[in-house]
């Protein structure tokens, strides 16, 4: 019997053993995580800061109990600290002490990312935050009545988040933006969009960053461009650097961003192991280049590549590179979808940026179109409806539409008509 270890249990580890299991109902699956619950829903977790217990992030799919019917082995609350290669066998540890070594055929890494910390003065002083998973969550939301002022450092999907929730909880909050809002995945008329629907009683200082984080070993005061502001705490959002601890012992090959280098098939330089998710950097198989792309959907879409290839399979799944991100913040539904002009400047990809609003839902959208005139890349700033109008933009991408065919975003009854007749058959107007 084929033996797969997978190590994580986020979606890049879930997708994989779920793909596995699917396709190869005899292999044996064991995910492996120091986690010690039911997997949750990272999308969202500043949730868990207003509300500690709840149970909106529990993905019942994931849970253990779910997985166990399906034949997968979860091994919670177990760290893999080595590997050796030579007899494909992983070396973990429990809490306790005690020990288990694990043998696999193929391994698949899914083991994340970690919080990036500014390296400011102050940076180690207790009070200023990360969160990486429910539990930091938690601990932020148990511990609220010591914080009436923070600063949110960085205005990405889940630094706004944190904002959003921090100012809804009553607390003063300053987020400090380096450039602009969603730099890499929204065109700056859309950054200014999304800045403009953040509430005014929220101090947004953009344009700059910290110098220091001062205090007696506790957080008292930030100095952002000279001005020292008093806050109590402080919480990073500046993104995740690749997990890489056990990949860097088994001697995998590592790409100039720092993640474990893979192709476009999820395959590391060594041909038994895969890394998938946040820990991978992904090789674009048409420039060469390489990418980390810390999304939920990039990490169960790279599972699912690596599990059908782990089980003997040979399919390469050719939808790899279509990022789609979604949020709805400050009543703003907020998407990214494909390239952005930034990313795809990074790609040396050139490109035009095409605008156009729809008043009906407050929305502005932009859609990016290579040299052809093809659509690569598309964002919404809306109201609401903004998944509606991403979708068509997201299918409009994998039919390879090009920007001046019409009607590329079709009017809201038009879509409506095409909802329901592809489930009631042809409908005639009253007048034929
Ligand atoms: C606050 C926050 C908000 C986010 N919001 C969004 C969002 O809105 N949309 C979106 O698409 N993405 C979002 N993300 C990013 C998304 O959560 C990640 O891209 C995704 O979880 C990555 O999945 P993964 O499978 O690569 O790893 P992770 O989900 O990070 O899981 C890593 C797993 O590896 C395990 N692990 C690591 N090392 C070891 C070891 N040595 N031994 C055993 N187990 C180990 C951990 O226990 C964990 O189970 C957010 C992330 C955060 C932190």
Redesign the pocket.
């Given at each position: 019997m084929m033996k797969l270890a997978i190590?994580?249990?986020?979606?890049?580890?879930v997708a994989a053993a779920v793909t596995a299991k699917t396709f190869a109902r005899d292999t044996e699956v064991t995910i492996?995580?120091?986690?010690e619950s039911n997997a949750h829903r990272?999308?969202?977790?500043s949730l868990a800061i207003r509300t500690p217990e709840t149970e909106v992030l529990d993905i019942d799919d994931w849970s253990l109990d779910s997985l166990k019917k399906k034949g997968i082995n979860v091994m919670t609350g177990?760290?893999?600290i080595d590997c050796d290669m030579s007899s494909k066998t992983l070396i973990t540890k429990k809490k306790d002490g005690t020990s288990l070594n694990i043998n696999f055929d193929k391994l698949i890494i899914?083991?994340?990312?970690v919080p990036i910390v500014p390296p400011v003065d102050g940076a180690d002083l207790e009070g200023v935050l990360t969160?990486?998973n429910i539990f930091d969550a938690r601990m932020i939301g148990n511990r609220l009545d010591s914080i009436n002022s923070i600063v949110v450092i960085g205005a990405g999907?889940?630094g706004l988040e944190m904002a959003e929730q921090f100012h809804r909880l009553g607390k003063q909050v300053h987020i400090v933006i380096r450039s602009r809002i969603l730099r890499t995945l929204l065109e700056e008329e859309l950054s200014n969009e999304v800045l403009k629907r953040i509430p005014s009683s929220i101090n947004v200082h953009i344009g700059s960053s910290i110098t220091s984080i001062n205090g007696n070993g506790h957080v008292e005061s930030v100095t952002i461009q000279d001005k020292e502001i008093p806050v109590d705490a402080v919480i990073c959002m500046t993104g995740v650097r690749p997990?890489i601890?056990?990949a860097e012992k088994m001697g995998l090959k590592l790409g100039p961003y720092g993640g474990i280098l893979v192709n476009h098939k999820m395959e590391t330089s060594n041909p038994d192991v895969y890394a998938?998710?946040?820990?991978a950097e992904i090789t674009d198989s048409i420039t060469g280049k390489t990418f980390l792309m810390?999304?939920?959907?990039m990490?169960a879409r790279g599972g699912r590549q690596a599990a059908v290839l782990a089980i003997g399979l040979n399919k390469v799944y050719d939808d790899l590179a279509i990022r789609y991100?979604y949020?709805r913040i400050f009543s703003t539904d907020i998407i990214s979808i494909g390239l952005s002009s930034t990313l795809a400047n990074d790609f040396e990809i050139e490109t035009s940026i095409h605008y156009f609003e729809d008043p009906a839902e407050f929305a502005k959208i932009a859609l990016i179109a290579d040299k052809d005139g093809r659509l690569v890349g598309g964002q919404v700033v809306a109201a609401r409806m903004g998944a509606r109008i991403g979708y068509q933009i997201y299918s409009g991408i994998k039919r390879g539409v090009k920007v001046s065919e019409e009607p590329l975003l079709k009017p809201r009854y038009t879509q409506l008509h095409e909802l329901l007749e592809s489930t009631l058959g042809p409908i005639r107007s009253l007048e034929d």
């Open positions: 190590i994580g249990y986020g979606p890049g580890g492996i995580t120091e986690e990272r999308p969202g977790i177990t760290r893999v899914a083991t994340g990312g969160i990486k999907f889940s997990n601890v056990i998938v998710g946040d820990c810390p999304v939920a959907s990490a991100q949020d």
